[in-house]
């Protein structure tokens, strides 16, 4: 039972992953020639942490006997400059109270490889989080 809910929520984690990737990617591309070059790598790199993210999220997954599910969650992206910080920012915000809330779960389903996987990609968010806060306080 609990590690079946512990494979539900890494699912949902991994697909909010998949769409984080799609989405900076679209934001990298969006980006051109409405950003500093900065921000545009800052778009294509944090892409790329997001799919590490996924990646380790689904050989968790597979580890734990479960099916790593193939779609990301559909979101509505945004077209100009401050909208994508914004959409960043609360993609990241709301990615820190869900990992937060999956650490509980594996706290207390006594899971202690998952809870260590989940604070590490936890430390990457609030990273995030943080950039995305300063150059939206900048822009
Ligand atoms: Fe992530
Ligand atoms: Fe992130």
Redesign the pocket.
């Known amino acids: 039972m609990g590690k079946e809910q512990i494979v539900e929520a890494l699912n949902r984690a991994r697909a909010r992953?998949l769409r984080?990737v799609r989405e900076y990617m679209l934001y990298h591309y969006t980006a051109e020639g409405l950003a500093s070059p900065e921000i545009i790598d800052l778009f294509k790199d944090t892409a790329k942490?997001?799919m590490t993210?996924a990646e380790d999220l689904g050989e968790r997954i597979n580890y734990l006997a479960g099916q790593p599910v193939k779609d990301g969650d559909e979101f509505t992206p945004a077209l100009e400059m401050k909208g994508m910080l914004r959409n960043s920012l609360k993609l990241e915000e709301e990615?820190e109270v869900m990992y937060k809330d999956i650490i509980a779960l594996c706290a207390k389903e006594d899971d202690p490889v998952s809870r260590l996987l989940m604070e590490k990609?936890l430390s990457?968010?609030e990273e995030?989080v943080d950039t995305w806060r300063k150059i939206l306080a900048a822009a």
């Open positions: 992953e984080a942490v997001e993210h990615a990609i990457d968010e995030h």
